[in-house]
């Protein structure tokens, strides 16, 4: 069940807002609050010269074109699929979903998310999937948006989105071994360890 609540009332004044007198380094958007907002924001941080990323979840048929030079577009497979009307499953269909959704919203990169499969990266001569970590799995919960907000952070870090899906690949193996939304979402320390242990 979504119950989008107060993300409802969030305005294209309230981008602004959060935008005066203040420096970021990233923008990270989802389809939650209001199409216009979101646009308003991206306009603002694309100005600046910010890494932008578009969360394209709760799945939907989105204007994606509405955010031509976007940095990082990044849907799971229903949300490919409910932008572009593939299904992401393997290889084949996944060039064909991220070749669709490169077009229509002129991104640097796409991120597809594919769950257990890991993450499928299209974008500057880069066509690969990057895999996933194997672990126990307790419960799913948050892991696409931990995955998510790991990749931007890491990109604005280093710039190597390959690097940095793997990063983020391992910050949501570790989310999903335990319990709940924010009480999953790992450290800085936790994710190194987990990779450190896997090198």
Avoid: W
Avoid at 62 to 91: C, H, M, Q, R, W
């Amino acid at each position: 069940a979504i119950y989008t609540g107060a993300n409802d009332l969030t305005s294209p004044a309230d981008a602004e807002n959060a935008f005066e007198g203040k420096e970021y380094d990233a923008l990270m958007m989802q389809l939650e609050v209001p199409v216009e907002t979101n646009v308003k924001a991206f306009e603002l941080a694309k100005a600046k010269g910010m890494i932008t990323c578009l969360d394209c979840g709760p799945a939907q048929n989105y204007p994606i074109e509405k955010f031509d030079g976007i940095t990082i577009l990044s849907p799971n497979e229903t949300e490919t699929d409910a932008l572009v009307g593939i299904l992401p499953t393997d290889d084949e269909s996944c060039i064909a979903a991220s070749k669709i959704l490169k077009e229509r919203s002129n991104c640097k990169y796409v991120v597809l998310k594919m769950g257990d499969k890991g993450s499928f990266i299209y974008g500057e001569d880069i066509c690969q999937m990057v895999p996933t970590f194997k672990v126990d799995a307790v419960d799913p919960t948050a892991a696409g948006d931990c995955f998510t907000g790991v990749l931007v952070k890491q990109f604005a870090e280093t710039g190597d989105i390959i690097a940095s899906a793997r990063y983020a690949s391992a910050a949501a193996a570790i989310s999903v071994q335990h319990l709940g939304a924010q009480p999953s979402l790992p450290t800085k320390e936790a994710v190194e360890a987990f990779l450190a242990e896997r090198a």
